[in-house]
């Protein structure tokens, strides 16, 4: 009755001295040295020296070396290449490499790979081929493999390992014992033991340290634990890690509508979901989308295109409103040389602020209950600021065009601009994370906007209307 699971997997070896140098980066020698051989086609040298390789060196290889290279590489190392390293490099790269390869040779690839290894690889191809080389792979694995891709993508049911141990609740700790001793179809390491009822719901766990210090005749319900915090699969893969990382679990189990047991995710999947999150929250910050480093430029000009096009729009409006004030420029020179100030502080500020806050929404560390309290530290923060630049930038206008009236009405704009910024900066998150938009997506934009919108309109309108006076 038992299904394997993958667990946690062993400590990664140190990196070999003379793959890397004394910045972690591949040591220009050795990388030589692998490009000179894929380009010779030297087999030999490279099943001697890649296929010892960790899965992460190997990847750092692939990044490094260019297309055909990689394609002869996976070429010549045959059997001996590590599929795993796929899960290492960005999309275009993996997509890149599989892509090369006849079907055939991919399903067998994914027959050597964990569960959520081999979904991760499949997720990106093409319907038909994924159809095509899940046909080839033996029923159970190509079940098991079905049942994650049909979770919703970045989802705990498509990162799981469906691999996992379970037993029935009347077992002895001497027959699970043996059962682990003999069963070959298990997974090369584990912590838990889950436990499970005869349609397999889900009814605890047993930590592998109290089965050895269990007695053998101890019956398995006897020892085991209710299992804590249980994820559903259909849960956001973000919220899942947050839930491992809460309570410190070293793995979790994932269920599915019924509370059946259906895989498992342990810290490694943890890690790299969290590392995934956060790149995806940095480039979105940026307008960035889902563009990798080995994008093509054209791909990559596309995915930038559309946030560049809404800045345009964001600035021609910055525009217009310098442009109501264009016959106070046209009197006054010092506006136009001191105005990008007012507003380059602002949107410094308002980006500050922003950063915290959409990090703070992630990881949960701002709702509703702390909301207010977190804006008035803001607002807070926004005056402080604001009345220290005032002072400078006073002094430092008032002094640069011999006129303190001056002084006084960009030291005034700057503290509104700074308060507008630390509004913008967290509101605006907050608005959208409320209407279910992703704050790290469009929050960049629409700070700066304020920024400069409030910024300029401050520094021209008071300008007007002091020297007007």
């Known amino acids: 009755m038992a299904d394997t699971q993958h667990g946690l997997d062993a400590p990664s070896p140190e990196p070999r001295i003379g793959i890397y140098d004394e910045e972690g980066y591949l040591?220009?020698?050795?990388?030589?040295?692998?490009?000179?051989?894929?380009?010779?086609?030297?087999?030999?040298?490279?099943?001697?020296?890649?296929?010892?390789?960790?899965?992460?060196?190997?990847?750092?290889?692939?990044?490094?070396?260019?297309?055909?290279?990689?394609?002869?590489?996976?070429?010549?190392?045959?059997?001996?290449?590590?599929?795993?390293?796929?899960?290492?490099?960005?999309?275009?790269?993996r997509l890149s490499i599989v892509d090369a390869m006849p079907n055939e040779q991919v399903a067998e690839a994914l027959r050597e790979l964990d569960s959520d290894d081999a979904v991760y690889i499949l997720e990106d191809?093409?319907?038909?081929?994924?159809?095509?080389?899940?046909?080839?792979?033996?029923?159970?694995?190509?079940?098991?493999?079905?049942?994650?891709?049909?979770?919703?993508?970045?989802?705990?049911?498509r990162r799981m390992q469906t691999e996992f141990v379970a037993v029935p609740p009347y077992w002895t700790v001497g027959q699970t014992i043996d059962y682990m001793r003999e069963e070959e179809d298990l997974p090369d390491s584990f912590a838990q033991i889950f436990v499970v009822d005869p349609t397999f719901k889900l009814l605890g766990a047993v930590d592998?340290?109290?089965?050895?210090?269990?007695?053998?005749?101890?019956?398995?319900?006897?020892?085991?634990?209710?299992?804590?915090?249980?994820?559903?699969?259909?849960?956001?893969?973000?919220?899942?890690?947050?839930?491992?990382?809460?309570?410190?679990?070293?793995?979790?189990?994932?269920?599915?509508?019924?509370?059946?047991?259906?895989?498992?995710?342990?810290?490694?999947?943890?890690?790299?979901?969290?590392?995934?999150?956060?790149?995806?929250?940095?480039?979105?910050?940026?307008?960035?989308?889902?563009?990798?480093?080995?994008?093509?430029?054209?791909?990559?000009?596309?995915?930038?295109?559309?946030?560049?096009?809404?800045?345009?729009?964001?600035?021609?409006?910055a525009s217009l409103v310098i442009g109501l004030f264009d016959a106070s420029i046209q009197q006054m020179v010092a506006l136009a040389v001191l105005m990008p100030i007012v507003a380059s502080m602002g949107g410094n500020a308002g980006t500050q602020t922003m950063t915290?806050?959409?990090r703070a929404l992630a990881s949960r560390d701002l709702d509703i209950y702390n909301a207010g309290r977190i804006v008035r530290r803001e607002v807070l923060i926004g005056l402080l600021n604001g009345a220290m630049f005032a002072v400078v930038i006073g002094v430092v206008a008032a002094v640069w065009f011999a006129n303190v009236a001056l002084g006084q009405v960009i030291a005034v704009a700057m503290i509104v601009n700074m308060l507008a910024a630390a509004l913008a900066g967290i509101l605006i998150p907050l608005v959208l994370d409320h209407f279910g938009a992703d704050p790290a997506i469009a929050s960049g934009t629409f700070v700066t906007t304020v920024t400069d919108v409030v910024g300029f309109f401050a520094f021209l309108g008071l300008a007007s209307w002091w020297f007007s006076i």
């Open 27 to 93: 040591a220009e020698d050795f990388l030589d040295r692998v490009k000179d051989a894929v380009d010779t086609d030297d087999q030999a040298y490279l099943r001697q020296t890649i296929a010892p390789l960790h899965e992460s060196e190997l990847g750092d290889v692939l990044r490094n070396l260019d297309h055909d290279q990689r394609q002869s590489l996976v070429r010549l190392m045959g059997e001996e290449f590590d599929y795993t390293a796929l899960t290492e490099v960005d999309e275009a790269i």
């Open 125 to 157: 191809l093409g319907e038909e081929d994924r159809k095509e080389i899940l046909a080839k792979l033996p029923f159970r694995e190509r079940l098991r493999l079905r049942r994650s891709l049909e979770y919703p993508e970045e989802s705990a049911g």
């Open 208 to 317: 592998l340290d109290r089965i050895l210090r269990a007695k053998r005749p101890e019956k398995i319900d006897e020892i085991m634990h209710e299992t804590r915090h249980a994820i559903p699969a259909e849960t956001d893969q973000e919220e899942a890690a947050q839930t491992i990382e809460q309570y410190d679990l070293l793995s979790a189990a994932v269920v599915d509508e019924n509370d059946r047991l259906v895989g498992i995710l342990t810290i490694d999947d943890v890690i790299d979901i969290v590392q995934q999150e956060a790149e995806e929250d940095i480039r979105r910050m940026a307008g960035l989308g889902d563009e990798e480093i080995s994008d093509t430029v054209v791909t990559a000009a596309r995915s930038r295109f559309l946030w560049l096009l809404v800045n345009l729009a964001t600035a021609i409006l």
């Open 356 to 358: 915290v806050t959409v």
